[in-house]
Every structure is written in C-alpha cells, then in structure tokens.
C-alpha cells in the first residue's frame, strides 16, 4: 500500500509497513510471534522464547491491517482487542488498521481501537462506487477517532471502480478534505501506481 497524507506539502507519501490479517487458524502463541519481531514490544518480548529471527530484516512493523474481504467474521474483534493489549508502560504498540470494503456498517470492527480505517471505493458493491462520497461519510461519522482514508485503485486495469483524478477531486475530495478525520488517500497497488503515477497526480 501506498499512503498520500492529508499535508501541506503536495507529494508526501507516507509508507507504513503493515501485516495483513485475514482469515488464519494462528492462536494467541502466533500473535505473540508476530508482535515479538517487531524489535520494540517492551514487556511482550519475554513471551518469546527461544528467540525467532526476524521475517523482514531490520524492517520494523508498524501494525497490524484488518483486510476482511469474505468469509466469517468470528473473532476478529477478539483478535483486534488482544493485539490492542500488546503495549507497553509508556501507551506504545501496534497500530491497529482497517481496510474494509465500503459498505457500511462493518460489525467486526470495534470503534475505539483502530486507529486508520481505509475505505475500498473498489470492488463488487455498486452502489458503494455510485456514491463514494456518502459511502465515505458514513464510515467517517461512525469512526470519529479514526482517520478515515480513501482506498483508491491507480489503474482502470484493476477494478471497475477506478477513479480518474478530476472527478475524484471534483465529486468527493473537494468536499471532504477539511473534515477533521479524513486522512488522505490509500493507493492501492504499489505496481500500478508506478505504471500510472497516479498518486503523483496534481489533483490527487
């Protein structure tokens, strides 16, 4: 994912280094793992044991991104709630993230506890990708201490739901670029926005 911040600065780009979490057997033991290679858990680290190398490096992650597409939603609030715990003395921990589709509502995710929510204004729901400005809204007033996000795809290649730029600016970012929640636009993916550079756009 590529994110474009709300900025005074044109180009910013914001890149966040997320794990997807979607439909997975892991139990508590696998999350601990996950979390523990992160490099900056604080007291979870001692759950580790023996030590585990590092999937990505020295790349740290910043978090955890809920990618629910189909299928049950069982247990995801449990699991957003556990991974919320994992912080330390000083409030620090994973950040929590959501890439819904933009049907509202979504019951599986709990209010208080992420802090992004990336609404897909792509995919198979008509009516979401007719009006993605209400779409929007709506996630937007149900998740005030979230910054709610675009999800946008950079190329008519991937999806029928493609957004050139004037009318994205023109119907929807021009009205909700001074909403106190709105964070920007997530480009989805990073393949075709270099083939297209739509994030680097003007108006995007």
Known sequence: MAFRRRSCI???????FLLLAGQSTAGEEQTAVIWGRHGDEGTLRRRLFPPLLRPFGNAAV??????IDRGSGDHYDELARKLYSYRNNKGKGVMLTATPRCRFPDRRLEKALFARIH?????????CTAAPRESWEKWAAAYPASQVYLGLVASSEQ???YLSPKPL?????????????YGGKMIWDRYYDKKTDYSIGKLI
């Open 10 to 16: 044109p180009a910013a780009l914001a890149v966040f």
């Open 62 to 67: 910043d978090g955890i991104d809920f990618f």
């Open 119 to 127: 609404v897909r204004m792509f995919g198979d729901d008509v009516n």
């Open 159 to 161: 999806d029928p739901g």
């Open 169 to 181: 600016y023109y119907t929807l970012v021009m009205y909700i670029r001074d909403r106190l929640n």
